[in-house]
């Protein structure tokens, strides 16, 4: 991310003198999708993609941001009747009431930011604008009392009262809490985490974006959120212990099947199913058997596409296409419904693979797909 491109445009447009300047990542997962919100675990590490952003306090109560990427400059205020109408602009709002929620003397400011991680592909542009945000006015504005647990809740929390999409804690826990060379399982139910050094010898990570946006995906991702409610509704009362799908067994599925609709059952049997193969890659991992993770991979592919429905054509494609060339494992990464696929692959079948899929994807869809390498790094912090 290029600091100088930033700092230009935030004196084009704010005026004035510099103020500090923030980032914060986005993110892969290597596995274990929709556990989060379940009180799963999940296994994501931050990348180096992201937004940085530059932030002045002006000594006023007003906001003034500008968008270089949209080239779109937005002014609000700071109480809850203040919000927004611009999508982008909600982001920043959600975070300084959340933080004021929490006690911090959020006051205005003038800021200017922009990003390259890409938009809708799956990999949190939005965690890593709220986890920005979150970082720097809690240390502009709240002594930085906030610890990152708290500003990940923060940003989580924007998206669920501010932007309406009911997430979990994934994406803005791997925007703050990410480590260059790591990956990090994060116990979602218990909040407890371990780094993992990432460094399978002889094989690659590599995303590739269908370039299909996941714009519509809010409510279907809400939708997802509901049936793994209902099932755990049904499933409490002959077990009042289990609070999310984390705590059933896959006996007590079974139990429930003529109580909750066939969609509800799929969408729960897939989610049982991921935390359990999260802690399978783990123990494979430490045993450096990457043949497992891959094939874990695969499996948690097949469910998204299958049980959860949460793929489509062009990832289902992008899917078979790895299986075909050999790819350890690949699937389907993120919320879904587009976005890419991660794939882990042998270093001597990257080149074949690769020239494969985007030629293949480009005969069948008449449109190019986008290649990520994946280099895992540090989470938000600040840069001057
Ligand atoms: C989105 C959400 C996360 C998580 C993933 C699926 O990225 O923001 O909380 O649920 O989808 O694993």
């Known amino acids: 991310m290029d600091i100088e491109h930033v700092r230009t445009r935030f004196i084009k447009h704010l005026g004035g003198e510099p103020g500090s300047v923030y980032a914060s990542p986005g993110r892969i997962n290597l596995i274990g999708e929709h556990t989060d919100y379940n009180g799963g675990f999940v296994f994501p590490g931050a990348v180096d993609k992201g937004i940085v952003a530059e932030i002045r306090p002006n000594g006023t ?3 003034r941001c500008y968008s270089i990427d949209m080239k779109d400059r937005i002014e609000f205020g700071l109480n809850e009747e203040d919000k927004p109408r611009t999508s982008w602009a909600k982001y920043i709002f959600g975070v300084c009431r959340e933080l004021i929620k929490r006690g911090v003397d959020v006051q205005g400011f003038d800021t200017a930011f922009a990003g390259d991680v890409p938009l809708g592909a799956g990999m949190s542009s939005s965690a890593a604008l709220e986890s920005t945000y979150a970082y720097a ?24 009262n501010y932007v309406g999409v009911n997430c979990g804690i994934m994406d803005q826990f791997a925007s703050l809490f990410g480590k260059a060379g790591s990956l990090i399982r994060l116990d979602c139910r218990s909040l407890e985490y371990k780094y ?10 590599v995303l590739i974006d269908s370039v299909v946006k996941h714009e519509l995906a809010s409510s279907a991702y809400n939708k997802r959120r509901q049936s793994c409610e209902t099932v755990v509704a049904a499933m409490q009362k002959k077990h009042p212990h289990v609070q999310f799908l984390r705590d059933a067994t ?9 109580e909750v609709t066939t969609e509800d059952y799929m969408r729960a049997e897939y ?10 890659v783990c123990d494979a991992l430490e045993a450096g058997d990457y043949e497992t993770v891959g094939q874990k991979m695969y499996e948690t592919h097949y469910g998204m596409s299958k049980l959860y429905e949460v793929s489509c054509e062009e990832l289902d494609f992008l899917n078979d296409v790895a299986k075909e060339c050999g790819v350890a494992g690949s699937r389907v990464m993120g919320g879904g419904f587009g976005g890419c696929t991660i794939n882990l692959v042998k270093d001597e079948l990257y080149d ?12 069948k869809f008449g449109k190019n797909p986008k290649v ?10 600040r840069l001057t």
Do not use: C, W
């Open 61 to 63: 109560r007003t906001v």
């Open 137 to 160: 006015l809690n240390e502009l504005f709240g002594e930085s009392k906030i610890d990152k647990f708290e500003l990940a809740k923060a940003g989580q929390a924007t998206e669920h």
């Open 196 to 205: 993992y050094p990432f460094n399978p010898v002889g094989y690659r990570l």
């Open 250 to 258: 896959p006996e007590m599925l079974t139990e429930v099947k003529g």
């Open 271 to 280: 989610v049982i199913d991921e935390i359990q193969r999260v802690l399978d």
């Open 352 to 363: 074949a693979f690769i020239a494969k899929a985007k030629e293949s994807f480009r005969a």
């Open 372 to 381: 990520y390498d994946v280099v895992i790094s540090d989470g938000a912090r």
